[in-house]
């Protein structure tokens, strides 16, 4: 942990909440497809907590974040409900999206969340397009384009950092590197340093251990800042992982990932775990006091969930609307 | 009434909600000082400056992908797509996010912009700038599509286009760009979803889009020489698809061509084809014919590709011979 | 005979043909170790390599085009495009350059690359991992486009595909890939353009592609306790398409449905529609029925997604209601 | 100029004759245009001459190239004819293509060109799948892929050179920087260092004076039997001028060019002036001997526009021919 700053207990306590509301959230959902509630598949969060609330954190309602295949995390982050979460993942009328959009299309218009998305690096041009639209509205507002070390595949990606360089706009592009993309390793998709894929475009770049949420959202707030000055755009690369497999369903992974790999992330380097030894080492919060919060989070996630499952479908004559608005 | 080309009806619509609207913005390439490769926005960068016509680099996808963000988040974006063929690139900004994301959010969110291309052969531009790509995107559910068939027509719907609160494309030809027509001094919209009869007509309908309402037109000219009378429609819009004015007509005269420059197969001609005989089956006399671009990419040499495309002579004897009878079974 | 699944299937057609020819490689993402997240790959990179079966990063559009380039010196690849959803990202490559390089060339370069993808809703996948895109490749001239309605033909398909010195594109069934059907163990090939004649019938003609001939035969068999005879064809390959099979059949007939899980508007239905009445006109009963998906992007909720596809049910009472003469106007 | 080494005065004299025929066949393409004659518009590679011919030089007739809109200097240095090329241009059923393709496919199978392309950036893809063929059959031919500044905006080349740079294939990405792309200036298209583009993804780039067509030949002979060696991926920008418009009708292009800026470059900087120069001064050859060359090229080009006048066009049956194989 970088920073020790216990006047601001509140905030630290807040990101310590969300990240564990993040937990509990993605516990639920494996839990639901473990038990064939939820229809599709659907990929976990856990473990990359820290990057989602650390740079969340450092953002106002008006900013917007675009999200990923893997958005769960964004979505809470940036302030969604349990409940109109859940009634989505479960195709439900009282969801975010109206049970339209399911886990990867998940948005939150009213929080600045834009949207999951299920075209890897889809959301880049998005992204940068709230940006520009800010920009060209007078407004201050911010936004983050959340996306994997995958993404960095994708041409589109290049064309709108060039965009967003040469413009001036006030997007983050926020790089989760979790090592893998699907069942591939980062270095065998990805050729170069990860940062240099930003600053051959005049891009002022950043590497940064996602694990840590104190760090990470030191670094957003300072940035943030900055593009809100119109200083931007910025990258930032995220060094972190994903506990379980690419989705709910890829349990046996041996074959692409060490289990020695998992234990080690798993046990040295969870966010939560280690904020919270931190909190109570600075005195912030006795462990039995995490331990209570974590509890009432856990009991949100299952009563939201129990609320979903009972929640009733969309009706069949809304299959035809929202097509065209 | 005064004439202008289907460039200046262009340039007015746009310049006109520009002025009206403050959250509209034209982005593409060339499109600031040299106003397109085409001329046809030359002007309005000095009225409404660089922030509001802004130059991107070639990169299709990104400045695609740019607009729908945009459109999400309060402004109203008209991409302008130097060609028709480019469409290729950005089909995933276009039909993966634009197009679905109204549906895919419940109904919150929405991305009111507006993708202007062309499309046409016979300028001797080759297969990869002569391409009439409606057809695709209409097969995807969220986008509007507009042909604008004259000056009059473009500009009606273009400002139309700029206020809708959907994706919509629209696809002007090329070779109409110099070509005048009457458009009144006052404001006018043409509303999506209501085709035009063109020409009234008793013994044949001939549907034309875009490019080919003219070719229509101008077969109407040769029929009417040989007595035969045809009316003329132009659904100008082909998503929505103004299905009642069609089949008026073709309960009328019980026969049909439908004219579109995308390739015959898996195009335009044959869902408006397969409409008709659909709607008006027991008033047909004989099958819909179809007429659209060969099925070949377009080629560059002008004595193959003039080949390509339908013209008002091979459109009339098509016509004739359905009126005659000759056209019992399959072309 | 034995009987193994469409996936097993595809696997045996790509590692046959990869013994013959050395020129063929393949890739994708996670083809090699993973063998594709559904596992279809599976052994291949083992047998043949990771020169020959390449993971490729995610750049759907970087590594078809590297498949077109491949493809004009000498090697014939075969691209995995993981979700038929992404070919919007790979148009430009395969539409654009690999469908147009032997015309432009003037016969003189040729693009022997297959593209294999799928097709299919039902998966609750939702709007962008659900489509059935084939009808926008079938519109674009120099792609064929191959849809494989079981194992059986999945693996002769293929394997046509795979020696067939055009740009092809097959599109599995994603619903169907752990579905089995009897498959000899000696070589065998599925010529292109040659419909299958999957059940014969009398009263009505149901053709049905790729994951719709199952739908079309299940309608077939409750129509069969109604005393109504289907005769079920499977075009096999839309481009080329064998007209003929499916004209012959209904002017035996003179009723079709058409059905396919593209979305209806602008699609495959509209292009078979169109041809069955230009060819059979006089023989038409009444008008050719089309049955595809919603013009709605596929919604997540099973509740609405299981309403956007044609059903058994659904098409056995469209063609009810066709031969009991019901259907006089439009539906 | 960089190197003087007259015991290869055959191969200079080979560079020099083969700008000129780029020149000549431009000028008289130029001449078809203005005397509406051809059919379309072209883009006149006049300018970039030593780019063209300093690549090509150093490769063998089984390399391979790709090309551009701005593809008959390419197609000239790899070897084409004059004859075959203006029937092409005219539509004509003997040129390269049958006439089918025209100026902006002009394609030349058997010297290895892989064709000009209308897409901007459309060859990257093509180029790099070219050189995996090579490498995957066992094949020493490398492959170059023309593209001008502009194409550095196309996503398309980013994910192509990351997959050339992962599996270390024998491709050359050259990069003509000839200041514009149509309309527009380069800095208003690109951020950052042109080279940076390259070296994010590994890649060894160089930065070179494209007028000077044996500091090219000299770095390209270098770059081709590394990359023959297996040691490629390498990137080159070529910073060169275009002597005309974008295309044959960009005729008042003051207002995105000043007319000074395209006199230096004429006077100043020309390919194939300068060379001449070279040549004289090295002995190499007479001023009167290249005078005679070069008109004896002229009178090629102006040969080969009067009987590809005169050729035939393709047959009306042919125009769905070639669609399959
Ligand atoms: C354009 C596209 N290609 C492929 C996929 C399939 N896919 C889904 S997630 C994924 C891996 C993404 O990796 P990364 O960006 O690192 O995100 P992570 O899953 O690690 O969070 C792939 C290949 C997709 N959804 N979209
Ligand atoms: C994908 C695409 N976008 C736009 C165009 C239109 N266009 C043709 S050439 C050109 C400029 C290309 O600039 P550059 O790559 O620098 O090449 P140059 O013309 O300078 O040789 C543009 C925008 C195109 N042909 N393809
Ligand atoms: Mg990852
Ligand atoms: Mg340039």
């Known amino acids: ?60 309602k008006t900013d917007h974040i675009t999200s990923t295949h893997r958005g769960h995390g964004h979505c809470v982050a940036k302030g969604a409900e349990f409940k109109q979460m859940f009634c989505e993942l479960l195709g439900k009328e009282e969801g975010y999206c109206r049970g339209k959009g399911g886990s990867m299309h998940i948005a939150d218009q009213a929080n600045g969340n834009l949207g999951a998305n299920a075209i890897v ?14 920009k060209n509205l007078g407004k201050d507002d911010v936004t983050v384009c959340f996306f ?66 104190l760090a990470v959202n030191n670094l957003s707030q300072k940035l943030v800042a900055r593009a809100r000055n119109g200083e931007g755009p910025f990258f930032i690369q995220l060094n972190t992982y994903r506990y379980h497999g690419h989705h709910v369903g890829d349990i046996n992974r041996e074959y692409y990932r060490p289990k020695d ?34 509890d009432q989070v856990n009991q949100d996630a299952a009563d939201a969930v129990a609320y979903a499952l009972d929640a009733s479908y969309p009706l069949a004559e809304e299959v035809d609307m929202h097509v065209f608005i | 009434m005064r004439s202008i080309t289907l460039s200046q009806a262009v340039n007015e619509a746009i310049a006109e909600e520009m002025r009206r609207d403050e959250t509209i913005f034209l982005l593409g390439e060339d499109v600031a000082e040299a106003g397109t490769p085409f001329k046809i926005l030359s002007g309005l960068v000095e009225e409404f400056g660089t922030s509001r ?69 016979t300028r001797r531009s080759a297969a990869q700038h002569s391409q009439s790509l409606h057809a695709l995107v209409a097969h995807i559910p969220g986008v509007k599509v507009v042909l604008p068939s004259s000056a009059y027509e473009a500009k009606g719907l273009l400002k139309t286009a700029i206020r809708d609160n959907n994706p919509v494309v629209i696809f002007e030809d090329k070779l109409m760009y110099q070509d005048k027509s009457e458009v009144p001094e006052e404001e006018y919209l043409i509303p999506f979803g209501q085709a035009n009869i063109v020409r009234q007509g008793t013994d044949i309908t001939l549907v034309g889009t875009s490019s080919m309402v003219q070719v229509a037109e101008k077969a109407a000219d040769i029929l009417a020489k040989q007595g035969i009378s045809a009316e003329v429609i132009d659904p100008r819009t082909i998503v929505p698809l103004d299905e009642d004015t069609i089949l008026s007509s073709v309960r009328k005269t019980s026969r049909a061509i439908v004219i579109d420059e ?70």
């Not at chain 1, 040295?268 to 974590?294: H, M, S, V, Y």
């Not at chain 2, 015959?264 to 004989?286: C, K, M, N, P, W």
């Open chain 1, 1 to 60: 942990m970088t920073k020790k700053k216990t006047s601001n207990s509140e905030e630290y306590l807040r990101m310590y909440t969300q990240m564990a509301r993040i937990r509990a959230f993605e516990d639920q959902a494996n839990k639901l497809y473990l038990s064939a509630k939820m229809p599709g598949l659907t990929h976990m969060y856990s473990g990359q907590e820290a990057v989602a609330v650390g740079i969340c954190e450092a953002l106002k």
């Open chain 2, 262 to 331: 995308g390739h015959q197969s898996y195009g335009v001609t044959a869902e408006i084809a397969s409409r008709i005989s659909e709607g008006a089956f027991y008033h047909l006399d004989a099958p819909v014919q179809r007429m659209g671009a060969m099925d070949v990419p377009i080629p560059f040499s002008p004595a193959l590709e003039d080949l390509t495309v339908p013209t008002p002579e091979r459109v009339a004897i098509r016509a004739m011979a359905l009126v005659k009878g000759e056209l019992t079974y399959a072309i």
């Open chain 1, 121 to 134: 690096g889809g959301s880049a041009g998005i992204a940068t397009g709230a940006a520009l639209s800010a």
């Open chain 1, 261 to 294: 790999e998992e234990k080690y992330w798993k046990e040295e380097r969870d966010p939560i775990i280690n904020f919270g030894i931190w909190l109570a080492k600075e005195n912030i919060a006795t462990t039995a006091e995490l331990q209570t919060l974590r």
């Open chain 1, 148 to 213: 994997g070390d995958g993404a960095l595949g994708q041409g589109l990606l290049y064309e709108v950092m060039n965009m967003a360089s040469l413009w001036s706009l006030p997007v983050i592009y926020a790089c989760e590197n979790n090592l893998y993309g699907e069942y591939t390793k980062v270095e065998e998709m990805a050729a170069g340093e990860l940062t240099g894929r930003a600053k051959a475009f005049g891009i002022e770049a950043f590497e940064l251990d996602g694990q840590d949420v």
């Open chain 2, 53 to 121: 016509i802004i130059d991107t680099p070639i990169s299709e996808p990104g400045f695609t992908g740019i607009a729908v963000g945009a459109a999400m988040t309060g402004s109203r974006p008209i991409v302008d797509l130097m060609f028709g063929d480019f469409l290729f690139l950005v089909m995933d900004q276009l039909c993966n996010q634009a197009a679905k994301t109204h549906y895919m959010s419940g109904g919150k969110l929405n991305v009111p912009m507006v993708l202007r291309t062309n499309l046409g052969a």
